[in-house]
């Protein structure tokens, strides 16, 4: 082969493997760059959170949990719920580029005071449990799933409520 077309074929190759090779470059520094993944991230992991002490909290009601194991759980649950409110202000106040308050939802509770406490938490989801009281009628009488006002079937087994 000639030397010029030894030449092409390297530098084709060398082309070919940074413009591969490229997602994995960008990838790292725009994800350190982009914050909103990361609140996306801690938004969905709060109202998860919410919901599974909402759960805890009709288990509870319902006898399905010991009396022991209720306190130790919902403690567990508000204290890992504190740090992922502590994150979210983190990321609302930082100026680097991220979204500041105007990017968290609605409701979001990044409008309260850096030093929050665990009674603040109980009133946001006393809060939130009066609001989903009224669109919850209960539970089917035949197989236990919840159920909405307007059903007018059950939407797991069919029973006509």
Known sequence: MEPVAIFLLLLTLFLTLLF???PFFTGLHRHKADGGQE???????RESLLTALQELDLDQALG???PED??????????KGAEILR???AIADNPAGRPGRKGLQAGSTASLPAGFTDDDL???LAKRRNGLKDKTAGFCPQCGNPIQQS????????RSL
């Open 20 to 22: 591969v090779m490229r």
């Open 39 to 45: 609140l996306s991230f801690l938004l969905a992991e």
């Open 64 to 66: 399905k949990i010991p």
């Open 70 to 79: 209720y306190p130790v759980q919902r403690k567990a649950m508000l204290k």
């Open 87 to 89: 994150k979210l202000d």
């Open 122 to 124: 109980e009133d946001l």
């Open 151 to 158: 059903d007018i079937f059950c939407p797991a087994c069919g």
